[in-house]
């Protein structure tokens, strides 16, 4: 039997093929994984000299010597950190357990704050915070010292131990950052709940790690509305027997209910706190945080990161792959809910001494050229976002960007998904204006950093490839057995531990063990991505291969039909789910939304079919084109391509509690259906 990653869809799509299909078990049998690909891009850009002369990594030997000895190469990183004590070894390695830095001792806000008071970065601004109404807020390192070291004190008053769970529900305010900190201070793990979450998706979390404490706020801003998540909070605390304490952070001063005994207001809490915290020496392979992840299907596991190598990991990619200096303004849009906030808007940033721009609110409110605003209003160098976030703009158009001055961005990224070539190049035009390099930074929640990537001082760029594994890191693109395919499409897998690598998942052993060690052997990670590589040894990311469909026995990837509808000028977004298809095994169907100013019609999706057929070929020529205005998304921005297939086969719809959304489910229903 194939596993395929974190998709439950498709073993549920694989039922229904063997129900249907009796000889398809036979030909699956024969499958070797090997993906078609189909979509070729040849335009390359090379790194500009003004860049690579001031870049922090231009020596492409560097790739040659990390491979050789990564171990080394770590270690050398993690030698730019602050140790209470050295390790005895870099790397224990006992398939698919790892341990890095084996015996020494360090402290991560020590780390992120304490480093930088003592160096000469005392007075620089550490946090600017802009809240969706407009308040600014600035913390520089020694503002950020004092608050942690108070709310160090303020845990500990309340009972927080070493190797207690602390639960964070929260906006994007300057006190989240504040609290993750501070429960490294202390020694304590902290697990983030986006804010976005549900009562009952933090209630499952707060159960499974089983909290000790609650921080959270009244509420935080978004689109205009006040979200109240106190009220959501005391929804989820009634099935939380482990939560003792909660503390809530005034953010919009709007009316909660406070319970006696339980619940804390932060500002009261803060007002005596002791000013100093003796930070915790911590075991270099002590559990940091668990961070929850479902990508777009399955029950949430609690991903576990540690504390020395992880630090050394997120480190390393900060500093190069974003070539981070002391003068930047650093701004990533993500949710520090993700796990992209916490390894680059947190950890790899304040490690290095960084300004980093926080922002509360949607890109939307109260205008689509927010995004640009704040760039040009805090002179941000280097902007990082999501591919999703860049078909919006595309979608809102380019005058919007022009509005405004972005001459001081000097380096973009991407992350999160596969960038289609036409949104990559529209970013590069239209907000880097062909100034600057962009960096898509492939990565998951499991691998704790980026581990493919371009150095942007270094690597030729191709429009809608990650490039290349960062050094140090050895990946390769295998078939269903396990051989490498050196020019060709397979499953994305890493040979070799790397520091910020998870180290399972929390309560449940088996499934660390089954889900990513045991497609090939016990000493290879099994991503779940599809990947192509080129003659360049480029990697092409091709989705989740949950994502891929299997049309008259060409794997396609989803990604690729898209991106040939996005090529199409009147298509701002799309997103392509295989349906089960008597001759054919999977026929393909669209949902595109089309940019302002068209109009669904017949016509238009006659021309779309044919634009595919155009790009790609007959193969992936769209069964049914589906016009609709809006796409089911989870609240980090992926496509639920789950729910879309539910709706394209007609079934009972699966899981929805992730949904942005929901009410988009009943009119894509209806719009398949045929009622609308
Ligand atoms: C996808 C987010 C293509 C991929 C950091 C991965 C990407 C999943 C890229 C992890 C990229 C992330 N190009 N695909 N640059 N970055 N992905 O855990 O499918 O939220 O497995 O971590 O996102 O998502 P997660």
Not at 644 to 659: F, K, M, N, P, Y
Request: aromatic share 12%; hydrophobic share 35%.
């Amino acid at each position: 039997m194939l596993q395929w990653g974190r998709s439950s869809s498709l073993r549920r799509l694989e039922r229904t093929f063997i129900e249907k299909v009796p000889e398809w078990k036979e030909s699956k049998k024969k499958d070797t994984g090997e993906l078609t690909v189909l979509l070729e891009e040849e335009r390359t850009i090379p790194p500009k000299p003004h860049f690579t002369n001031k870049a922090n990594i231009k020596d492409e030997s560097i790739y040659e010597s990390a491979s050789k000895d990564p171990e080394k190469f770590w270690e050398n990183f993690a030698n730019q950190l602050y140790w209470f004590k050295k390790w005895n070894k870099v790397l224990e390695w006992n398939p698919p357990y790892a341990r890095w830095f084996v015996g020494g001792r360090l402290n991560i806000s020590y780390n992120c704050i304490d480093r930088h008071i003592h160096t000469g970065k005392r007075n620089k601004a550490a946090l600017i915070w802009e809240g969706e109404p407009g308040e600014e807020r600035c913390l520089t390192y020694w503002d950020l010292y004092r608050e942690v070291n108070k709310f160090t004190n303020v845990l500990y008053n309340l009972g927080v131990r070493k190797g207690d769970v602390v639960t964070i529900y929260m906006p994007m305010i300057p006190e989240l950052p504040i609290a993750m900190l501070a429960c490294t201070r202390l020694g304590a793990i902290h697990s983030v709940v986006f804010g976005g979450f549900s009562a009952e998706a933090l209630s499952d979390r707060i159960n499974d790690a089983e909290a000790k404490l609650l921080i959270t706020a009244d509420g935080g801003y978004r689109r205009g509305n006040f979200l109240t998540l106190k009220h959501i909070a005391d929804e989820a605390l009634q099935k939380t027997p482990t939560i003792k304490n909660v503390i809530v952070v005034r953010r919009g001063n709007f009316p909660v209910k406070m319970k006696e005994g339980r619940d804390h207001w932060y500002h009261e809490l803060m007002q005596d706190a002791p000013s100093y915290y003796r930070p915790e020496p911590m075991d270099s392979e002590d559990i940091l945080y668990i961070l929850y992840t479902s990508g777009t299907t399955g029950k949430p596991k609690g991903i576990i990161h540690t504390t020395g190598g992880y630090l050394t990991g997120v480190y390393a990619t900060t500093k190069w792959v974003f070539d981070l200096k002391d003068d930047d303004v650093y701004w990533c849009t993500a949710d520090i809910g993700w796990v992209t906030g916490h390894s680059y808007i947190v950890y790899g940033l304040l490690a290095l001494g960084a300004t980093v721009i926080m922002y509360e609110g949607a890109p939307d409110w109260p205008e689509r050229d927010r995004f640009w605003a704040i760039i040009e209003k805090y002179g941000v160098t280097i902007f990082y976002t999501a591919p999703t976030a860049i078909r919006a703009f595309m979608k809102w158009g380019e005058e919007l960007p022009k509005k405004h001055n972005l001459s001081s961005l000097r380096l973009l990224g991407t992350v999160g998904e596969p960038i289609n070539p036409e949104a990559w190049m529209w970013y590069y035009k239209n907000i880097g204006q062909e100034r600057c390099p962009i960096v898509d930074t492939w990565w998951q929640t499991e691998t704790g950093m980026i581990l493919i990537t371009p150095l942007p001082g270094l690597t030729t760029l191709k429009p809608g490839s990650a490039t290349k594994p960062f050094p140090g890191i050895i990946a390769d693109v295998l078939d269903e057995k396990g051989n490498s395919i050196s020019v060709g499409g397979g499953y994305l897998a890493i040979k070799k531990p790397w520091p910020a690598m998870l180290r399972g998942i929390y309560k449940d052993l088996d499934r660390y063990v089954k889900q990513y060690w045991s497609k090939w052997s016990k000493d290879i990670y099994f991503t779940g991505d599809g990947v192509k590589r080129d003659e360049d040894g480029y990697f092409w990311l091709l989705g989740r291969v949950d994502d891929v469909m299997n049309v008259a026995g060409h794997r396609i990837s989803t990604m690729e039909v898209e991106s040939a509808l996005i090529s199409h000028p009147i298509v701002a977004e799309s997103a392509v789910v295989g349906i089960f298809h008597e001759i054919k095994g999977q026929a393909i169907v669209a949902f595109v939304i089309l940019k302002e100013g068209n109009k669904p019609s017949l016509e238009k999706e006659e021309e779309l079919k044919e634009h595919v057929v155009k790009k790609i070929g007959k193969i992936a020529r769209p069964e049914k084109i589906i016009f609709t205005p809006e796409l089911p998304k989870t609240r980090s921005g992926k496509i639920m391509r789950r729910l879309l297939r539910d709706i394209a086969e007609s079934r009972v719809l699966g899981d929805v509690t992730t949904l942005a959304d929901p009410g988009i489910i009943e009119e894509l229903k209806k719009k398949y259906e045929g009622k609308e």
